[in-house]
């Protein structure tokens, strides 16, 4: 309030000591400022041209929206007063106004326009700037400028450039360097998307481009605009080409800042001259070898911009050397950077291979999982270049133990081509010759698996290489089974783990190891990039079966429902193919075709294997050939309701199915260890109670028990599906399974309400004792 008695004191000194106060202590939100508003009318209007000027310097510091309708005309008045300093005043104050209200825009047209010819310096500049403004927030201030303000605009920077020698406004020699940057700007808006009015200022723009002195920074100021300007305004080949060239003079300038600036600007212009910034390559990777970490990894992103197929060889060699000697701190950006690119722009598969080997020598520990995986898929899918890699990884694992990333390579690739390493096969003429033994290649795997610095991915893979390795050095095994036994005391339950279950497969199964241990078949590349870059299908189909809609949006095959409910594969996994014993062949590297006839077994009417088959003797469950469905609760079958007989379940109808196993199942042992049932008996054998394996808002399934006398091994299950809403059910799914473990049945419901897809699951372990 002491401030606000002072405004409205008619002296000056009290006024200025007001205004100063009142922009020191409010700000446009403070309520306060309405009964100011009315001070500061009189006061634009007084007299005085000095109180005109404090009232000015006040509004456009603390102007609000509702200040700003209400005084605009009086400012706008103002930018016509004699005074230059008041008029100056006028131009920025009118600056703040059309900030805060764009629609008083088209009052300030004419006014600041008349600017433009102003010889004062500090006037023209302000008036420059409000024109500037105006553009950006009017359209009709824009196409006005354009018709009227270009040429004259032109004539005043040129006078500006050619001036001779002026004190009042010489910076390092240059005559106003504020103004000229000011200037510049201006054509930047008017000529951005207009080829005529770019025609108008390219002469003067090429002028400015040229003559402009280097040596001082003022003079680099200048230039930076115009190349600014030069980039954004419509198509000129020759300007652009000239404005590149000065950024790549910026390149070799000692000041940092300069350098940063002009490779900010060399981004920009890369999207309009690919060409001609190509031309400023080698001062580019100079760049990022410079010890400004910022100017590093700018100049780093640049020339991951500028890399294609012709030019990929010698910038990904001078990178990759830069890396050898690079900072760790810069590692990391480098080495991504120099993947991507070799991963983009590989020209064949050679190459590729060479260069990440490089890369992973020299930074293996800086290079992330998936570029090691996408190396692994790239030279499983390069079969005949499968021996000329394992050496290569054998030599460079010689010099770069200590790199994880290629110990992990390199691990794998012995383990899959051992063989080929130590036959020599596949040996192409770059190579130089190398004789390894099968002791050498097991001496890789055994460094790897010891070394301190080794982590749990490394040893893990280790011990899959030995195993595959006992299978293809026969001369070998017993070594390297004592290098596998080493780890059943240890302390991380994986290790421990894979080392008991791998001696056993060389003690105990010889029959089935080499089928067991053979090769990876080839990855599918162009399926492992999709999933990278996230373009894998949302729905992948095996069946010609409908699918089933989760509620993640995924959907996903009601086929193979065995792998599927048993949790054997995953939504992250590749896509399985057409059948449950496909997925199986995958998982465990064994052929299952049916031409195929597993080891030890003679004859050639050995019928087929599935999936189910061999999972069945995975958890040491016997099925006989003939029989079309195992017992529910004893193996790990599926099963699944027909379409057929559930189609219209609805309420408070009930429908129940059976399953059981045949006669003459072979004999299983007694998953309670022999316990006697207590159950009652009756005439048609053991009576058990009837449980709720499952019940929701809408569905209830009861499960009841019985045993045929004389048949203990045979359970027969009657399941009943009750509807508790007064929706019908459609297209009913039912599929269970029991794993081996434990007397738990995992069930999922799959049925269509209302032509929307539901799915449930659920859990059953309550089942009556003494079955």
């Known amino acids: 309030m002491e401030c606000l008695k002072l405004i409205a004191s008619a002296e000056f000194p009290e006024k200025r000591i007001g205004y100063l106060g009142l922009m020191l202590l409010l700000d446009e939100r403070q309520e306060v400022l309405m009964l100011v508003t009315n001070s500061l009318k009189q006061d634009l209007n007084h007299a005085n041209q000095y109180i ?60 600041a326009a008349a600017l433009l010819k102003e010889k004062h310096h500090g006037v023209l500049i302000t008036g420059v700037q409000l024109c500037t403004d105006l553009c950006k927030v009017s359209a009709e201030a824009l196409e006005y400028c354009r018709k009227k303000c270009t040429g004259g605009l032109v004539r005043t920077l040129k006078d500006v450039a050619n001036s001779p020698y002026a004190p009042e406004y010489d910076i390092a020699g240059i005559t106003d360097p504020f103004l000229h940057i000011r200037l510049l700007r201006l054509l930047h808006v008017l000529g951005q998307g207009d080829a005529d009015v770019s025609d108008l200022m390219n002469d003067i723009l090429a002028q400015v481009a040229t003559k402009t002195e280097t040596n001082k920074n003022a003079g680099n100021a200048i230039l930076y605009e115009c190349v600014e300007t030069i980039m954004s305004i419509e198509d000129n080949g020759g300007l652009r080409v000239l404005a590149i060239n000065i950024l790549g003079r910026f390149l070799s300038n000692r000041d940092n800042n300069i350098r940063y600036v002009a490779l900010n600007m060399l981004m920009k212009a890369i999207t309009v001259d690919t060409q001609a910034v190509q031309r400023h390559r080698a001062t580019i990777v100079e760049c990022v070898k410079d010890s400004d970490a910022s100017i590093r990894k700018r100049a780093l992103e640049l020339v991951y911009l500028l890399v294609n197929e012709s030019n990929v060889k010698p910038l990904t060699k001078e990178l990759i050397e830069y890396l050898e000697r690079s900072d760790q701190e810069f590692k990391g950006d480098l080495t991504a950077k120099i993947c991507s690119i070799i991963a983009k722009f590989s020209p064949e598969k050679i190459w590729y291979i060479d260069q990440m080997l490089k890369v992973l020598s020299e930074a293996g520990n800086f290079v992330k999982d998936e570029v090691w995986h996408a190396l692994i898929v790239v030279i499983s899918n390069a079969s005949d270049l499968h021996g000329y890699t394992v050496r290569a990884l054998y030599r460079a694992f010689q010099t770069s133990a200590e790199q994880e990333t290629l110990v992990r390579v390199a691990v794998w ?20 010759p190398i004789t390894v033994t099968e002791s050498d290649a097991v001496d890789v795997v055994e460094v790897a698996i010891k070394h301190h610095t080794s982590d749990l991915t490394t040893k893990a893979m280790s011990l899959i290489a030995l195993l595959k390795l006992s299978s293809r050095f026969p001369s070998s095994s017993e070594r390297i089974q004592d290098i596998i036994i080493q780890n059943r005391g240890s302390l991380v339950l994986e290790l421990q783990q894979r080392s008991i279950e791998f001696n056993s497969v060389i003690e105990k199964h010889h029959n089935i190891r080499s089928a067991l241990v053979e090769r990876m078949p080839v990855l599918d590349e162009a399926t492992f990039i999709g999933r990278r870059a996230g373009s894998t299908p949302a729905t992948v189909s095996t069946s010609n079966g409908p699918s089933l809609n989760l509620p993640n949006g995924v959907t996903k095959p009601p086929a193979a429902p065995l792998v599927d409910l048993l949790d054997l594969s995953s939504d992250d996994a590749p896509a399985p193919s057409s059948s449950g014993a496909d997925f199986l062949q995958d998982l465990l590297g064994v052929d299952l075709s049916p031409a195929s006839k597993q080891p030890g077994i003679s004859g050639t009417n050995q019928a087929p294997r599935t999936g189910t088959d061999v999972l069945l003797d995975l958890l040491s469950i016997e099925t006989p050939p003939a029989s079309p469905i195992t017992d529910i609760l004893s193996s790990s079958q599926v099963y699944k309701s027909p379409h057929a007989s559930l189609e219209g379940l609805s309420s ?48 209830r399934i009861m ?21 508790l809403s007064p ?45």
Not at 652 to 663: E, Y
């Open 52 to 111: 005109v000027g404090l009232a000015l310097c006040a509004l456009g510091n603390i102007c609000s929206a509702e200040m700003a309708r209400d005084l605009a005309p009086e400012v706008e008045r103002l930018l016509q007063f004699r005074d230059p300093n008041t008029r100056k005043k006028a131009a920025l104050c009118a600056i703040r106004i059309i900030k805060k209200v764009p629609d008083l825009a088209e009052n300030f047209i004419n006014p």
């Open 703 to 723: 499960f009841n028990f019985s045993k045929a006398r004389g048949n203990p091994q045979t359970t027969s299950i009657q399941a009943t599906f009750t509807n």
């Open 413 to 432: 690739c012995i383990g899959e081509y051992g063989d080929l390493l130590v036959k020599n096969v596949g040996v192409l003429d770059i190579e130089d």
């Open 652 to 699: 408070p109808s009930a429908l129940s199915t059976r399953a059981a196993t045949p006669a003459g199942a072979a004999p299983m042992m007694d998953l309670l260890d022999g316990f006697v049932p207590n159950s009652p008996i009756s005439d048609n054998g053991p009576v058990y109670p009837s449980i709720v394996a499952f019940e929701s808002s809408s569905l």
């Open 727 to 771: 929706n019908v059910y459609t297209d009913f799914i039912f599929q269970a399974a029991v794993p081996k473990k434990s007397l738990v049945m995992r069930m999922r419901i799959a049925y269509k309400s209302n032509d929307e897809d539901i799915l449930e699951e659920g859990q059953v372990s309550n089942f009556p004792r003494g079955l």
